[in-house]
């Protein structure tokens, strides 16, 4: 596998998958419930693995989302997730749950597992019901003891047009500790989560307990600052499993070793979160708010995220327009704390506004610069100390196209 030193001492492996950590294996399969592409998959650890996930906050959640609370309240451990496209089984009633907890039974009898230690996940059309003799072949011609791994991302896929995909690599404790990330999301997305999927792996021994705490902090910094068009999607899920085949002893909050491994983990999380921004659809550009000098993290944090919410702010970024209206209105509507008298704003190096006035500036530079692929934008809200960070896309004119026929 091909390395890359990272400057915080830990390898990214290049061609890593989520089944590079030890003791995990993934595979995927098309099963018909989309024409060609492979459309169901599944990871697999060797050993029960301390396990951890965060939810959607859309009231109308998915049944695949039942099921999977329901495997986790049993002993925080899993085996598996089984994961389709093409049909989110959600909205789906009574038979909708019955078939996510009949993928949950299948899988476990193709492993010769308890049903418990299985995870499922869905994504695609709402409202439709699974074509369980489809969905059963396919969970039966999954294999866990042989390549694949790949195979398992482009399983999980609907219209975004890349994977996202990350792997580190550092020796902690004197073991070599690896932390595998994918994820899918291309639409729907404004998480707290969204039609976003992503799935974490790692040979690290971590309790369950530990393991729901980081993911939750790290959730809030990363995936929760992400938006790509303000819907919040029925199915989604974020899953992490840490199996312990490394060998170390299991981390201990509060040690040098866990501040090592946190800071691992926030790198696969941030990266999966840019790449679900930057792919969103039909999206142009990636764009970046970093807002500092917040009385509090809560406040920076909803402030960029309007930020790259807001339509306005999107669409002139994709027509490289530097309004910087657009802008101060979003911090406006925010709902988080400033002095509405003395905020700065620049578009990448170039301040546009200075305390809360026009500032001068070359506007043949900053035209330059917006025809970048990633563009920043900083506020300065000289209120406090605090900073906060959200990603989002540009709002193009393909976006339209895609959603107006994503079911024909």
Not at 164 to 186: F, Y
Not at 273 to 298: H, W, Y
Not at 340 to 359: Q, V
Not at 390 to 395: E, I, N, R, T, V
């Amino acid at each position: 596998m091909e390395k890359v030193l990272e400057k915080e001492g830990w390898i990214t492996i290049e061609n890593g998958t989520i089944a590079t950590p030890l003791g995990f294996f993934a595979d995927g399969k098309h099963c018909g419930l989309k024409r060609k592409k492979k459309d169901i998959g599944v990871i697999f650890s060797e050993v029960p693995a301390a396990a951890a996930a965060v939810y959607t906050m859309n009231q109308m959640q998915a049944a695949p989302i039942f099921v999977t609370k329901d495997s986790l309240a049993v002993d925080q451990t899993l085996q598996a997730i089984v994961v389709n496209s093409g049909v989110a089984n959600a909205c789906t009633g009574k038979q909708g749950l019955d078939d996510g907890f009949a993928m949950r039974a299948i899988t476990a009898k193709h492993l010769g597992i308890a049903e418990s230690s299985v995870a499922i996940a869905s994504t695609g059309v709402i409202g439709d019901y699974l074509p369980m003799e489809k969905v059963t072949a396919g969970i039966e011609s999954l294999q866990v003891n042989v390549g694949g791994s790949s195979d398992f991302h482009e399983a999980i896929l609907t219209t975004d047009t890349v994977q996202k995909e990350l792997t580190l690599q550092s020796e902690i404790g004197g073991k070599t500790i690896t932390i595998s990330g994918v994820a899918k999301g291309s639409g729907m997305i404004h998480p707290n989560m969204a039609t976003m999927l992503s799935f974490i792996t790692t040979d690290a021994a971590v309790s369950a307990e530990l393991l729901q705490k980081l993911l939750k902090q790290k959730v809030d910094q990363t995936f929760n600052q992400i938006t790509v068009d303000g819907d919040t999607s029925t199915n989604d899920m974020v899953v992490v499993m840490a199996n312990g085949c490394a060998g170390n002893a299991s981390f201990s909050e509060g040690t040098p070793e866990f501040a090592v491994f946190t800071k691992m983990f926030y790198a696969v999380c941030q990266h999966l979160a840019k790449s679900i921004a930057r792919d969103g659809e039909g999206a142009t550009k990636l764009i970046e708010a970093q807002v500092k000098g917040a009385t509090s993290k809560v406040d920076a944090r909803m402030i960029a995220k309007q930020i790259v919410s807001s339509s306005l702010v999107k669409t002139a970024m994709f027509g490289e327009d530097a309004n910087w209206g657009r802008i101060i209105c979003a911090i406006g509507y925010s709902g988080g704390r400033f002095s509405p008298d003395n905020i700065t704003i620049k578009i990448g190096e170039i301040a546009i506004l200075e305390k809360s006035e026009t500032a001068a500036y070359d506007p043949e530079i900053l035209a330059a610069y917006l025809q970048k692929e990633t563009i920043l934008i900083e506020v300065n809200l000289h209120s406090g100390i605090e900073e906060g960070t959200a990603w989002g896309c540009d709002l193009s004119y393909d976006y339209v196209k895609i959603n107006a026929c994503y079911r024909t």
